[in-house]
């Protein structure tokens, strides 16, 4: 099954593999592969664990004051092609997740909008509205389909499955499965009967 799925790769996609790979082992330690081209911003406000593995063209953003965790990604996570991830205050990332490509996850928001506090003016450019923040939560084993956009102060339960194009909220429970625009749980895993109900 290896060797099959390695044949699959063109010339040029083995080379830049080859290329990414020793660029992983000089600057990425135990991480599984590391696809250039990658854009990471506050490199020493993340820790990730063995087996991280990115696609192509990742953003990673950790911006203003420097402090330790603001991402934390777990073991063997695997983040697709054009994924950005905005961790400006906190966001956790479980062990085994796995993302498709242009996932878009992010803590932080140009302003305030929950109407719980003192909200942004809409006459004041976005740009210059104080940045609001809530932290994100990623489970273990969760799937996040491709185009998904999770949103501050969401939190994503053990074995959830997030479909294409979904743009998440809310929190979403455990063992899970969600769509749509904003995300609603469709599935839950029935643990007895052994499949999605």
């Known amino acids: 099954m290896g060797n099959e799925r390695a044949g699959n790769y063109g010339f040029i996609e083995i ?15 135990n991480a599984r592969l590391v696809r250039l081209p990658i854009r990471v911003r506050g490199k ?8 991280f593995t990115t696609g192509y063209s990742c953003r990673i953003e950790m911006n203003g004051i420097k402090a330790p965790e603001k991402l934390i990604i777990g073991e063997n996570c695997v983040i697709g092609d054009y994924a950005h991830i905005v961790a400006n205050k906190k966001v956790v990332i479980g062990n085994g997740v796995l993302m498709a490509s242009r996932v878009f996850i992010t803590d932080t928001n140009h302003g305030e ?3 719980l506090s003192e909200t942004s003016n809409p006459e004041v450019s ?9 932290k994100v939560t990623i489970g273990d084993n969760v799937w996040l389909g ?10 994503i339960g053990d074995g959830s499955i997030i479909g294409a194009n979904a743009v998440v909220t809310k ?5 899970c499965i969600a769509a749509g ?9 029935n643990p007895d009967l052994r499949r999605w109900i």
Request: aromatic share 14%; net charge positive; proline share 10%.
């Open 15 to 29: 080379v830049k593999n080859a290329i990414s790979f020793i660029y992983t082992k000089l600057f990425w330690k």
């Open 44 to 51: 020493d406000c993340m820790s990730y664990g063995p087996g």
């Open 113 to 115: 909008y929950s109407g």
């Open 126 to 134: 976005p740009n210059k509205r104080p940045l609001s923040y809530k």
């Open 146 to 155: 491709e185009n998904v956009s999770i949103l501050p102060g969401v939190v």
């Open 171 to 175: 929190s979403i429970p455990v063992n």
């Open 181 to 189: 625009n904003p995300a609603k749980v469709i599935k839950i895993y």
